[in-house]
């Protein structure tokens, strides 16, 4: 495809089942969390970014290893497996019992992630170290990005398909508001005018217009049905793990092999090592941290998408278009699709201003993408004016006419989208040039660590959410990026003259 490296394809294929599993897990996550442990934002917020984080900071010890061992292959292999057993733990409902055990299953995703993520992303960057493609990394990395997204298109709905058939053949309705609401009940937390009034509304319209004659039984067998669903949903993304794993054992002969080359090439990267002074190799690396840097804040406000937008789509937003009714867990399969559809419109617009000898750089690229963030949060400002704050509606919930309307969280997903499509797949390839040869995979798990920054950051984000405005909230994550735009504008002629 356009030219690219055989095994650029098979890499994005096998890469594109992990994805699948993915995001069929973080569709779902934070939602999981709070109806399967009663938990409030901030708390469910927590694990999600120590969980967030772990993925990508475990990525820094999985390239380690991989140059360690130079055998990135089985380090990817091992990865997958890993990861494999990590859904199957999250799948057991009788063993997912406390919030701890969570963490612990979902840990072992992590280090899973670890091994795999960075590792494959190393080895398809050294598919473009020959003059043949080299001028190609960019556009090779958009089009792998592009492929790793197709499964998570459909991965949300997935996930909300099994748990929402599961909870229906335990004769109960979708509806997201009612976890939270039998928590308030069981913890005694629920004014009598509320028990009486909404609760006793919502509990009758999922139970088939049948009032439940005890309102503690129904809480039980509702978070119970609504739980095990969610666990039975995890099962997708172990089946996604198999398929990757398969291929990657098909493809792996096609890939580069790390461990050969250096062994056949040692004289001559030694030369280079030596013909490459200190200073250059130290001026690579303080370019790739101070790359490595700016992008926190964007990862610290793009991976809110899982987090308090999430919660923003529960519980200020109108789960329907038109006649059909949506979940909240939906609007994560945005940003995937607009990945798929989109980089090649990306892509052709590079294109044709690099016809024209009007390309931006790289850096220039990640810059504009951070300025793009800074647009996608804005909108959600100016959306949110007006709104209650949420402590406010948490015990009664915020009555449909007051809520707004499903295109805003349409329109700050794609423009987010947009944004990543500018900086992820084009750091990649940017980490990919600059770092010095013999220690590429731990220079992709840096990027990735940098990544792990950003999202252990991100409970404050639900730390916001939960005791400050929706318009202060979201004007912390357009100032952030806004800044980091032009910080990185500022590094642009030099990252440009380091990356010639």
Not at 86 to 100: D, F, H, S
Not at 229 to 250: C, K, N, Q, R, W
């Amino acid at each position: 495809m356009f030219n690219q490296p055989k095994g650029l394809i098979p890499a994005a294929l096998a890469n594109m089942g992990e994805r699948f599993g993915f995001y069929v897990m973080m569709a779902i996550l934070t939602l999981f969390l709070m109806s399967k442990f009663g938990l409030s934002g901030t708390e469910a917020g927590s694990l999600y970014s120590i969980f967030y984080g772990a993925i990508y900071i475990l990525a820094l010890f999985g390239g380690l290893i991989a140059d360690r061992l130079k055998n990135y292959k089985g380090t990817i292999i091992a990865g997958l497996v890993v990861m494999t057993l990590g859904y199957v733990l999250l799948a057991i409902p009788q063993l997912i019992t406390t919030k701890e055990i969570a963490l612990g299953a979902l840990l072992v995703i992590a280090f899973g992630n670890g091994l795999f993520k960075g590792n494959l992303q190393a080895l398809v960057g050294q598919l473009y170290d020959n003059k043949q493609y080299e001028k190609k990394r960019d556009s090779g990395f958009q089009i792998f990005y592009m492929f790793i997204n197709i499964g998570g298109c459909i991965a949300p709905f997935a996930a909300t398909w099994i748990r929402d058939k599961f909870v229906l053949s335990q004769g109960f309705l979708y509806n997201s508001d009612l976890p939270g609401l039998c928590w308030q009940l069981k913890n005694g937390e629920m004014a009598p005018d509320v028990a009486s009034g909404r609760f006793t509304e919502l509990a009758t319209t999922v139970s088939g217009g049948v009032a439940p004659t005890d309102l503690a039984v129904f809480a039980d067998n509702y978070l119970n049905a609504f739980n095990t669903g969610f666990h039975y949903a995890f099962s997708a993304a172990i089946v996604a793990m198999l398929v990757s794993l398969v291929i990657f054992l098909f493809a792996k002969k096609g890939l580069p092999n790390p461990a050969a080359k250096a062994s056949e090439a040692k004289t001559k990267i030694s030369k280079e090592e030596i013909r490459q002074d200190a200073k250059e190799i130290s001026q690579r690396i303080l370019a790739l941290f101070a790359v490595f840097g700016v992008v926190i804040f964007f990862w610290f406000s793009f991976h809110q998408n899982g987090l308090t937008l999430t919660m923003f789509a529960k519980d200020y937003t109108l789960l329907k278009i038109g006649d059909m009714h949506i979940t909240a867990e939906i609007f994560q399969s945005i940003n995937p699709f607009i990945v798929v559809f989109f980089t090649p419109v990306i892509m052709l617009i590079f294109s044709a201003l690099a016809r024209r000898g009007k390309e931006p750089s790289t850096p220039k690229k990640i810059g504009i993408g951070m300025g793009i963030a800074a647009i996608a949060y804005v909108v959600m400002v100016v959306a949110s004016l007006g709104l209650p704050d949420s402590m406010s509606i948490k015990s009664t919930g915020l009555a449909e006419e007051l809520r707004v309307s499903p295109m805003i969280l349409f329109s700050v997903y794609f423009i987010l989208t947009i944004a990543e499509l500018f900086i992820s797949p084009l750091g990649l390839a940017f980490v990919s040039k600059v770092a010095p040869a013999h220690l590429q995979g731990l220079m992709q798990g840096c990027w990735l660590g940098a990544t792990a920054v950003g999202n252990f950051s991100l409970v404050l984000g639900a730390i916001m959410y939960e005791n400050c405005s929706l318009a202060l909230t979201w004007s912390v994550f357009a100032i952030v990026c806004g800044l980091s735009m032009i910080a990185l504008f500022s590094m642009v002629k030099w990252l440009e003259r380091v990356s010639a």
